[in-house]
């Protein structure tokens, strides 16, 4: 939030929401729900480039709504990831894989890629690692076998707008629709939309949901640099028993 006085000035919003410089946050836990076993677009996208990207690995996203307990990929939102294993030298193409998605990104964004593309947690070599809890790191896994352990394959979960192709990574641009909203903050209701003028003598609030603002006085252009942009923080509970 920035609070400001101002002489006369005339703003104008200059907001293409670069993902590059605003990110989703971490995506929330949705379990499966309901059972719904066709892929969904950004499950087969993620799919699709895995393959290309690692070639040697195979995908597997449905499951049958009679086998097995919960699971996203009875709802099409979860890739079984395989041609890797614990156990030889395929381990270096799940490493990879990880390392891709828990990257930063060049404005230092931490797990760039599974945030852009709304991973909702992943299991590989009996740990789990859970996206709204991604501060905790990866955790044990309790399992037996080496399918059940994910020890031949990771397993990637989505959340719905990952899964529905509706993250930055496909769309270019986060869930926060670009905009600056500015609103009285000396007794006047309502909210101010562009073009304005800012009036002297009075006090507003401007929110920003983008990459930056220029403001202009007369015909010069400058940053306006304390509007700041506001994201939501994930909420939700550890997933429970994927497969």
């Not at 496909?170 to 304005?196: E, K, M, N, Q, S």
């Not at 994930?234 to 028993?241: D, K, L, S």
Request: aromatic share 8%.
């Amino acid at each position: 939030m920035a609070v400001i006085t101002v002489a006369a000035l005339v703003l104008s919003a200059c907001l293409p929401n670069d993902p590059a410089e605003v990110i989703e946050p971490m995506a929330p836990y949705e379990p499966q729900a309901i059972c719904e076993p066709a892929p969904k677009p950004g499950t087969v996208a993620l799919a699709d480039l895995i393959r290309s990207r690692w070639p040697g690995t195979w995908t597997s996203i449905s499951r049958a709504c009679d086998v097995g307990g919960r699971s996203e990929h009875k709802d099409g939102r979860a890739i079984d990831v395989g041609g890797v294993s614990a156990f030889n030298s395929t381990r270096a193409r799940a490493d990879s894989i990880l390392r891709w998605l828990f990257a930063a990104d060049a404005d230092g964004h931490r797990f760039a890629n599974a945030r852009r593309l709304g991973v909702m947690y992943l299991v590989w070599d009996r740990q789990i690692w859970v996206a709204n809890e991604a501060d905790r790191g990866w955790q044990p896994y309790p399992c037996s076998g080496v399918t059940r352990c994910h020890q031949d394959h990771i397993h990637i979960s989505l959340s719905q707008a990952g899964a529905a192709k509706q993250t930055s990574y496909w769309t270019g641009r986060t869930g926060h629709p670009p905009g600056l909203t500015v609103a009285w903050l000396d007794g006047r209701a309502g909210t101010l939309t562009f073009p304005l003028t800012l009036q002297p003598g009075h006090r507003y609030r401007l929110t920003a949901h983008g990459a930056f603002i220029s403001g202009g006085a007369g015909a010069g252009v400058r940053p306006l640099a304390d509007a700041t942009a506001r994201r939501p923080r994930p909420t939700g509970g550890a997933p429970v028993g994927p497969g």
